[in-house]
């Protein structure tokens, strides 16, 4: 099994900035992907951005590029997504999420597997 812990969610202004942080421990796949979506009240989870654990390829939505950044560092198992230039419609919870089949262009959430509980971003403009 796989486990999924994000932090660093929080109440920001437009214009402002947040760093999400993912932990994975238990069974890690370092040969595959770890993905960022988002839900917001009434609307399906969406892709944000992926890499890859093994490579550092990374691909993002396109609503976020040139805003967010995701990154890794394998040594602690963790993922970040840097968020810059947050817009009240970043507003949402925000997930980790992994799995066996997946790669840094997967974007479906039906693809991955395990998933953490979410945290919960608010930008007020």
């Known amino acids: 099994q796989v486990q999924l812990v994000e932090l660093g969610g929080g109440l920001v202004q437009a214009g402002g900035s947040l760093r999400l942080s993912c932990v994975a421990s238990?069974?890690?796949?370092?040969?595959?992907?770890m993905g960022w979506f988002r839900q917001a009240p009434g609307k399906e989870r969406e892709f944000v951005a992926a890499?890859?654990?093994?490579?550092?390829?990374?691909y993002y939505a396109d609503f976020v590029k040139g805003r967010f950044t995701i990154s890794r560092d394998n040594a602690k198992n963790t993922v970040y997504l840097q968020m810059n230039s947050l817009k009240p419609e970043d507003t949402a919870v925000y997930y980790c999420?992994?799995?066996?089949?997946?790669?840094?262009?997967?974007?479906?959430?039906?693809?991955?597997?395990?998933w953490g509980q979410g945290t919960q971003v608010t930008v007020s403009s």
């Open positions: 890499i890859s654990w093994r490579t550092g390829s990374t």
């Open positions: 238990g069974r890690t796949f370092s040969s595959y992907a």
């Open positions: 999420a992994t799995g066996e089949h997946v790669s840094y262009y997967t974007t479906t959430p039906f693809s991955y597997d395990y």
